[in-house]
């Protein structure tokens, strides 16, 4: 719960930098934004988005723990480790995300019409004058440190969880088992899904698509996240 409150926590805030303008957006004829506003934004989306991809992965580990070394579970997963965890999650995406806002904030631009529902930086960087190698290569390892390889820690987790609830002999001892990793592998797969889609796709996918992915990590995914684990409890 430690963990699932530290996601409940990340998705408010995740929410809290882009929906209350959409919104206003939506229902006003002027839709502007100020730049500090739109950095702000900018940066509470790729840091909770960031974060949210290395807190998975963190969870993933739990429920590895959990399911395959159970009796030595409140040793390995101690509060003191959870917290250690957690707050290695926060300050990567903080981090990153610092590092991606200042970079692209330094581009100069030709034009202040974003075409997107938010200050979503994929849409901003497009509004550059030039292009820059430098903050290329920034989207590029920060999109494969915080999404393939942590996803690769969480498919690593499931193929031992898996092999061990093969293992269990009784059908009531492998629901509960499954059902213990439903939630969370329901989570991911929502989650990774749409993000791997919107940072690692191909540039000439329209912008169109891309505003409705960014809908589906940035406004479905954080609402169904508290539904989905309340069915679980």
Partial sequence: YFLLGNLSFMDICYTSASIPTLLVNLLSSQKTIIFSGCATQMYLSLAMGSTECVLLAVMAYDRYVAIC???????????????????????TGCLTALQETGFALQMPLCGNLIDHFTCEILAVLKLACTSSLRMDVIMLVVSVLLLPVPMLLICISYVFILSTILR?????????????????????????????????????SSQETDKVISLLYGVLTPMLNPIIYSLRN
């Fill in 69 to 91: 070394k159970p009796l030595r579970y409140p040793i390995i997963m101690s509060r003191q480790v959870c917290v250690q965890m957690a707050a290695i999650s926060w300050v």
């Fill in 168 to 204: 269990i002999s009784s059908a009531e001892g492998r629901s509960k088992a499954f059902s213990t990793c439903g939630a969370h592998l329901t989570v991911v797969i929502l989650y990774y899904g749409a993000a791997l889609s919107m940072y690692l796709k191909a540039p000439s």
